[in-house]
């Protein structure tokens, strides 16, 4: 009588695995593809001629005349708008979700009635129930397209608006342009001008079925520190040392709202704050004009807190801004640090808390 140890008990040897896979692959030929996969799906990579499931033969030639009818885009999987099971993390709302920076050209109107168009970098962000698993971000960039050949104007960029909430199904929506916007600026005595540019933002939200519109204008200036041309007059009229007093290249980031139905074209903005604060870098210089903006930034000596307040005057005398904020910053030639205010009226731009980085982004670059 043969006795045999099973096979767990001992190791098979090469005739024996030999034998079991001519078994295994004789009984897979007569398989259906059910009974191999009810077996083990591996048992594919054993056979020749079974395509193997871990390395399917795909092209890998691009298939450029190839062109999708409705039937093949409708089944094509859109995970974005599955459903909520799909969801990630809590089931919370997002307040705020799209793209940032994508650019295109923009025709503006300037006050004069004219138009220029300008690289405008635009944001685009809508809101996200608890339920929803996400968004289609390239439909915020198609609903944008359709209206960005147009001359701009508020109803444009309203019309912009209503089409994302329409085709995202959502309830507030949000559109912010970036763009440097140029104005032809005279030096002080020479007679020369040029062109400044300002960073400005164009903001439009749409809250609750209600519609806000803000700006935003880096207006960037001179300043003298008061106390430092007082020590310096000091020195000359006390004890006959010629001393200067130190000023620096400030940045000044005023944000407001339009109240509903007004007009405030960009350069008014910036008129305001040119009579708030007259020492405006300049463009063009000849020896004349250095010395004119010597003697104006001696006339307009300002601490960071006079120039908060300066700003603020101008923004209260325009009946067209409601809220705003003020964020100024010195850039201080005499410290290594800087000097900051941050000034608000309304609640709109309140806040207990501050980006970290809020004043390190206040930095003209030229």
């Known amino acids: 009588m043969n006795i045999h140890m099973p096979l767990d008990e001992r190791d098979p040897t090469q005739s024996e695995a030999e034998a079991a896979l001519d078994t295994l692959r004789a009984w897979a030929n007569r398989a259906s593809d059910e009974d191999i996969s009810a077996l083990d799906p591996r048992l594919r990579r054993l056979i020749p001629g079974l395509p193997d499931p871990a390395y399917p033969d795909l092209s890998a030639t691009y298939p450029a005349d190839f062109a999708p009818d409705e039937a093949y885009k409708r089944s094509m999987p859109d995970l974005q708008n599955g459903p909520?099971?799909?969801i990630r993390g809590a089931r919370a709302p997002i307040q705020h979700v799209g793209i940032s920076?994508?650019?295109l050209p923009v025709r503006f109107r300037n006050r004069e009635g004219g138009d220029t168009t300008l690289q405008a970098s635009v944001t685009g962000t809508v809101s996200l129930d608890a339920d929803k698993k996400g968004i289609n971000m390239?439909?915020?960039?198609?609903?944008?397209?359709?209206?960005a050949e147009k001359l701009f104007s508020v109803k444009v960029i309203e019309a912009a608006l209503d089409d994302y909430k329409a085709d995202l199904e959502s309830f507030d929506a949000r559109i912010q342009m970036r763009f440097s916007f140029?104005?032809?600026v005279?030096?002080?005595?020479?007679?020369?001008?040029?062109?400044?540019?300002?960073d400005i933002a164009l903001e439009l939200v749409d809250q609750g079925g209600v519609r806000r519109q803000f700006l935003h204008l880096d207006y960037v200036y001179s300043s003298t520190c008061p106390c430092s041309l007082e020590l310096?007059?000091?020195?000359?009229?006390?004890?006959g040392q010629l001393a200067t007093p130190h000023s620096q290249r400030s940045v000044a980031r005023i944000s407001v709202e339009v109240v509903a139905g007004?007009?405030?074209?960009?350069?008014?903005l910036i008129d305001l704050c040119r009579r708030a604060v007259p020492?405006?870098?300049?463009v063009m210089v000849k020896r004349e004009d250095e010395q004119a903006f010597a003697e104006l930034n001696a006339a307009n000596p300002i601490f960071v807190e006079d120039a908060a307040r300066l700003f603020c005057e101008a923004m209260r005398s325009d009946s067209r801004i409601g809220d705003f904020r003020v964020v100024a910053s010195h850039q201080e030639s005499l410290h290594s640090h800087d000097a900051v205010s941050v000034l608000t009226q309304g609640p709109t731009f309140q806040s207990e808390s501050l980006d970290p980085k809020l004043f390190s982004t206040l930095i003209h670059v030229g």
Request: hydrophobic share 30%.
């Open 232 to 239: 310096s007059e000091h020195a000359r009229s006390g004890r």
């Open 279 to 282: 020492t405006e870098t300049q």
């Open 182 to 184: 140029p104005m032809k």
């Open 84 to 86: 909520a099971s799909l």
């Open 262 to 268: 007004q007009v405030l074209w960009f350069e008014d």
């Open 101 to 103: 920076n994508f650019r």
């Open 186 to 198: 005279d030096s002080l005595r020479s007679g020369l001008s040029g062109w400044q540019y300002y």
């Open 138 to 147: 390239s439909r915020i960039m198609r609903s944008f397209y359709q209206h």
